[in-house]
C-alpha cells in the first residue's frame, strides 16, 4: 500500500521514465513482506540496458528490475535505498522521508 504521494510527483515520474531518464520516486509504503521498511524508492528508465547499467554501479542485479510493462524499475528498501539516494545527491528523499 502506497502513501504519502502527490499526484504531480507521480506525474513527473512517469514523464522522466518515458523519456528513457533515470527517475526517482520514493514514498510511504507498507508490505508485511518487508518487515521494518516503511519507504520504498522505484528508480525507473524505459531504457532497459540504461537501467541495469545503472543498477549495475550500486550491485543491483538485472533480475532484480521489476518489469512493468510501462514504466520498469527497481526497488529500493532500508539501507541500500538511504545508501544509493545520498550517492545519488537525492538528500531531499532522505530528508523528506526521514531515512
Known sequence: MAFGLKREELHG???????GEIAFL???WIDERFPG??????????????LAA???KYNLKREWIHM???YP??????ERQKNILY?????DHITR???
Do not use: A, M, Q
Open 13 to 19: 515520474w512517469k514523464i522522466k521514465v518515458d523519456r
Open 26 to 28: 520514493t514514498h510511504y
Open 37 to 50: 521498511c516503511n519507504t520504498v524508492t522505484k528508480v525507473g528508465c524505459c531504457d532497459i540496458e540504461k
Open 54 to 56: 545503472w543498477g549495475e
Open 68 to 70: 512493468d510493462p510501462n
Open 73 to 78: 524499475h527497481f526497488d529500493l528498501f532500508g
Open 87 to 91: 550517492s545519488e545527491n537525492r538528500t
Open 97 to 99: 522521508f526521514k531515512l
